[in-house]
């Protein structure tokens, strides 16, 4: 299934994307992965403005011609890993979520379900995305305000689905969301501190806190 969800990313990114982000989808999918990985590590602990190409090749195991082959320069590969997962975790959470659903709590773990099937393969893209939304540099907020919108966007839509009527009297669903929201956070965050992106370790994390603050909401 994760196969059949990259191919259709590629196809997609192939329709809109540079000559030289075309030939990135022809080379060897280990060789693909481990070029988004390395990225995706870099800008994920650093940000865009401090992760350099040198870190980003020396992590990679590839040489700073092929980065610059395919992706430009640094912003280029910015972008492109922005856009690919965007794409990447919207189109799995769009497979996992019942759009019907209208409980946070299984809405949530719906979510975290696809996260989990995005990560085993990107471990560092949740991180990724959370330290580019907070990005302040110019360049690269310029070239990603659209995906990072859209993203945010559906995701919020997701969460839109739950209904008060789930909760005991009194507590505040938009106060439920935003604890869950921070308790997430943190363990990313505190994980990547430690460089232990370990994605089902995070997910029991997640879901045992998500448990606990089901039992005292419900």
């Known amino acids: 299934m994760l196969d059949r969800l990259k191919q259709s990313i590629i196809n997609d990114e192939k329709e809109g994307t540079t000559e030289m982000n075309d030939k990135f989808f022809d080379l060897k999918r280990e060789k693909q992965d481990r070029m988004i990985n390395g990225g995706l590590k870099i800008f994920a602990k650093y940000g865009y403005r401090h992760a350099t190409t040198?870190?980003?090749?020396?992590?990679?195991?590839?040489?700073?011609?092929?980065?610059?082959?395919?992706?430009?320069?640094?912003?280029?590969?910015y972008v492109f890993l922005m856009d690919y997962s965007v794409r990447f975790l919207l189109l799995e959470m769009s497979r996992r979520v019942d759009k019907e659903e209208t409980d946070f709590?299984?809405?949530?773990?719906?979510?975290?379900?696809?996260?989990?099937?995005?990560?085993?393969?990107?471990?560092?893209?949740?991180?990724?995305?959370?330290?580019?939304?907070?990005?302040?540099?110019?360049?690269?907020?310029?070239?990603?305000?659209?995906?990072?919108?859209?993203?945010?966007?559906?995701?919020?839509?997701?969460?839109?689905?739950a209904k008060e009527a789930s909760l005991k009297e009194g507590v505040s669903l938009s106060r439920v969301k935003e604890m869950f929201k921070y308790l997430k956070k943190g363990i990313l965050m505190e994980n990547l501190a430690l460089d232990t992106m370990q994605p089902e370790m995070m997910h029991t994390q997640i879901c045992t806190y998500l448990n606990m603050l089901e039992g005292l909401c419900k």
């Not at 040198?54 to 092929?66: M, P, Q, Y």
């Open 54 to 77: 040198d870190e980003i090749v020396r992590e990679a195991a590839i040489s700073k011609g092929l980065l610059f082959h395919y992706f430009g320069n640094k912003v280029g590969m």
């Open 105 to 161: 709590f299984v809405l949530a773990r719906q979510l975290e379900e696809a996260t989990l099937g995005v990560l085993k393969n990107y471990p560092y893209m949740q991180a990724f995305l959370e330290k580019a939304f907070e990005e302040i540099c110019l360049e690269a907020l310029e070239e990603c305000e659209e995906p990072k919108q859209a993203y945010l966007g559906k995701v919020e839509q997701y969460y839109g689905q």
